[in-house]
């Protein structure tokens, strides 16, 4: 049984930086692509950064995009989504999400995705 579990969110002041986590199991993690997704209250789920089995393949949101990184540790079951310079607009559940197919990466569409954290709450104050 594939589990996803996202950890690290909490209350920032705006311009401040969090580092979320997410760890699964229940599947080899080395050949699962990963994404990370917020959804704010009374908005659509949308797509924040995607990464690729190896590390290789990366994509941001144009939102986050210079602010924000994601990364893989392989070795550890985790991507970590770094996040600086946040705005309160940033503020949001995030939810860690995970490709249980073939495909090398899985880009920015929550169909591409087979399997989803509960997800960690971030709220930025300004």
């Known amino acids: 049984q594939v589990q996803v579990v996202e950890s690290g969110g909490g209350l920032v002041q705006a311009g401040g930086s969090l580092r979320l986590s997410c760890t699964a199991s229940?599947?080899?993690?080395?050949?699962?692509?990963m994404g990370w997704f917020r959804q704010a209250p009374g908005k659509e789920r949308d797509f924040v950064a995607a990464?690729?089995?190896?590390?290789?393949?990366?994509e941001y949101a144009d939102s986050v995009k210079g602010r924000f990184t994601i990364s893989r540790d392989n070795a550890l079951n985790t991507v970590y989504l770094q996040m600086n310079s946040l705005k309160p607009e940033d503020t949001a559940v995030y939810y860690c999400?995970?490709?249980?197919?073939?495909?090398?990466?899985?880009?920015?569409?929550?169909?591409?995705?087979?399997?989803w954290g509960q997800g960690t709450q971030v709220t930025v104050s300004s």
């Open positions: 229940g599947r080899t993690f080395s050949n699962s692509a």
């Open positions: 990464v690729s089995w190896s590390g290789g393949t990366i």
């Open positions: 999400a995970l490709n249980a197919g073939s495909r090398y990466y899985a880009g920015r569409l929550t169909l591409n995705y087979d399997y």
